[in-house]
């Protein structure tokens, strides 16, 4: 989240936030939490974890949208899941104050990890990912949908992963 430029008061919208590790951070540093996930029991786990937050949501992005705007939205291993990315990028352009921050990560199948595991590289046998990414196919993506990206990392928690951080434009 630092890499982001956050700081208290803020607003972050975590779509897709599993276990809640991201909102956790987030309430510690002091931004406002919101956050949409598909299972209900990690939503009810995030509730008891942050009682003073009542912003979490059983749902899909954006319907179970949570604030008007936001000044920032996390999607981590979700973009790689979703039938249609470039619609979900417009709708998080909607969710963004202007010059709000996107953060992506997913994994990058034309990293250097992928190419040299191959088959091997367990990402490729994951079913539920219907997207497949390369940096290149990704900056395009997020360009075409007005984001101006800053800032590439590779993921160290993933092999073979991107974190990607993207500015409104």
Request: charged fraction near 25%; proline fraction near 3%.
């Amino acid at each position: 989240l630092n890499r982001m430029g956050v700081r208290a008061g803020m607003s972050i919208l975590d779509v897709g936030f599993g276990a809640g590790e991201m909102l956790l951070v987030a309430n510690e540093m002091g931004l406002e939490c919101a956050g949409v996930d598909i299972r209900d029991e990690y939503v009810n786990r995030l509730r008891k974890l942050l009682p003073d937050a009542d912003l979490f949501r059983t749902g899909v992005f954006p319907s179970a949208i949570l604030f008007d705007t936001t000044d920032v939205v996390t999607l981590g291993d979700v973009l790689e899941h979703v039938t249609d990315p470039r619609r979900m990028l417009k709708d998080v352009k909607i969710a963004l104050r202007t010059g709000g921050t996107l953060w992506v990560s997913t994994p990058n199948f034309d990293s250097a990890f992928a190419v040299a595991a191959g088959e091997r590289d367990p990402m490729r046998g994951v079913c539920e990912h219907i997207q497949w990414f390369s940096r290149k196919s990704l900056y395009k993506l997020l360009k075409q949908e007005g984001f101006e990206v800053i800032s590439y990392n590779v993921s160290k928690h993933f092999n073979g992963c991107m974190e990607v951080i993207a500015r409104k434009e």
